[in-house]
């Protein structure tokens, strides 16, 4: 049986050694040498001992003894590591520790507002199913990619308070959320580029083959996305992403590009392509940051000179989460 604790000073160094090797199977080979390097140099028995003695929080999810997740918050609200040990990977350790953090900060008084963690590429994923939001695309420091992310605490809810609480949700093609936003989807192309649509309304069509991503804010269906098999073997294709227009700029069409990505990789995709017109350059700077690249025109888009295909390759997912 589980238990999550608070760490005992004496176990740093068996903290550290997990971190280590759940980073050293997931993490690791993506990263640059001097990442590495700068990586290895934080999670040191000796630099987490002083961390330690300053004051900032260290959790441990034990089992029969032993730790098999590690979480460290740094000022109270900054997610600094986050893993679980292979093993014991998709049975809730991860939220089990994440909560026992919440309840820690809520019994001192804490009210920073936010959580807010520095994701890997390979955890963006997985951090937005918990509920966090992208600030920006990716950023590079000291050899180390990672991409900013936000999760706000509400406030005790009021009478007729809306409380703002953004959620990701893995689904089906005939959910009617997705059938909506989907809709709402298609009367903007229509509207924006009426000449077009027509000759792209077929290709939009999509079935029970796909993977569906929507997103919620404050309760409300207000984006979508999804993937589907291409004819290349490993390769999906990106559909039908859309964000309603009162919540453009909050992140929210990266979080779910990045739980499309998390789920593709997880079924054994290795490159997601996709195809979005010539005069949508926010999409097409979107896809940019988030590590998307031109590739010659597929399928029916050959010889089209409105569409803009693009192209990346994936990574293996890591369950084990981390921050920075």
């Known amino acids: 049986m589980s238990e999550i604790v608070r760490l005992d000073r004496a176990r740093i160094p068996e903290f550290s050694a997990l971190v280590r090797s759940v980073f050293d199977e997931f993490v690791a080979p993506g990263y640059s040498e001097e990442g590495n390097r700068t990586f290895y140099s934080y999670i040191d028995p000796v630099e987490m001992a002083a961390r330690f003695d300053a004051g900032q929080w260290f959790f441990a999810c034990l089992d029969a003894g032993k730790i098999v997740g590690a979480l460290e918050v740094r000022d109270g609200n900054h997610i600094a590591l986050f893993f679980v040990d292979r093993r014991f990977q998709g049975r809730g350790l991860g939220r089990a520790l994440f909560a026992r953090y919440l309840g820690e900060l809520g019994a001192v008084g804490a009210a920073p507002g936010f959580v807010e963690v520095n994701s890997s590429p390979y955890a963006v994923g997985i951090y937005a199913e918990m509920g966090f939001v992208p600030e920006s695309g990716p950023r590079v420091a000291d050899g180390i990619e990672f991409y900013p992310m936000r999760m706000p605490l ?154 803009v295909c693009m192209r990346k390759e994936l990574r293996s997912p890591s369950r084990g989460l981390e921050g920075g």
């Open 154 to 307: 509400g406030s005790p809810r009021r009478a007729g308070a809306d409380e703002r609480v953004v959620r990701y949700k893995r689904t089906t093609w005939d959910d009617p959320d997705f059938q909506g936003l989907i809709k709402k989807l298609d009367e903007e192309l229509w509207r924006n580029y009426p000449e077009l649509q027509g000759g792209y309304s077929a290709k939009n069509v999509v079935g029970d083959g796909a993977s569906v991503v929507v997103c919620y804010d404050g309760g409300a269906p207000v984006g979508c996305g999804c993937f589907r098999p291409a004819s290349e073997e490993g390769v999906a294709e990106l559909k039908r992403m859309f964000v309603d227009e009162s919540r453009r700029g909050l992140g929210l069409g990266a979080g779910i590009l990045a739980g499309l990505e998390a789920w593709a990789a997880e079924s054994g995709t290795t490159a997601m392509i996709l195809e979005t017109g010539v005069k949508q350059a926010a999409a097409q700077a979107m896809y940019s940051r988030d590590g998307f690249r031109r590739t010659d025109n597929y399928g029916d888009y050959r010889g089209n000179p409105n569409s």
